[in-house]
């Protein structure tokens, strides 16, 4: 069992940053595939950025593509999401996923149901 815990949402102004966070528990992190959605209300969940086990390869939404950049410490069992020039359409609740097995193809990182287990959600809000 895995167990994510997210933690550095808030609020924060268009244009600004912040770096969420994802701690896993287990020792098998550095062989999952981890991956960031978001949630808005009344809104699908959505697929925002994912790395393989090792974070050489990473994939990206187009929406946030050249802003946000997902890393991976593995050595602390932990995932990174750096948000740049952040847009009030960016706020939405922030999961972290990880998957117990590696898709075929890099497209397919961005399928939730490849994800076996989620964190609890970390509040981001952008103001105009």
């Known amino acids: 069992q895995v167990q994510l815990v997210e933690s550095g949402g808030g609020l924060v102004q268009a244009g600004g940053s912040l770096r969420l966070s994802c701690v896993a528990s287990?020792?098998?992190?550095?062989?999952?595939?981890m991956a960031w959605f978001r949630q808005a209300p009344g809104k699908e969940r959505e697929f925002v950025a994912a790395?393989?086990?090792?974070?050489?390869?990473?994939y990206y939404a187009d929406s946030v593509k050249g802003r946000f950049t997902i890393s991976r410490d593995n050595a602390k069992n932990t995932v990174f999401l750096q948000m740049n020039s952040l847009k009030p359409e960016d706020s939405a609740v922030y999961y972290c996923?990880?998957?117990?097995?590696?898709?075929?193809?890099?497209?397919?990182?961005?399928?939730?149901?490849?994800?076996?287990?989620w964190g609890q959600g970390t509040q981001v809000t952008v103001s105009s």
């Open positions: 790395s393989n086990w090792s974070g050489r390869s990473v």
């Open positions: 287990g020792s098998t992190f550095s062989t999952y595939p």
């Open positions: 996923a990880a998957a117990s097995s590696s898709p075929l193809t890099l497209n397919s990182y961005g399928l939730p149901g490849l994800y076996n287990y």
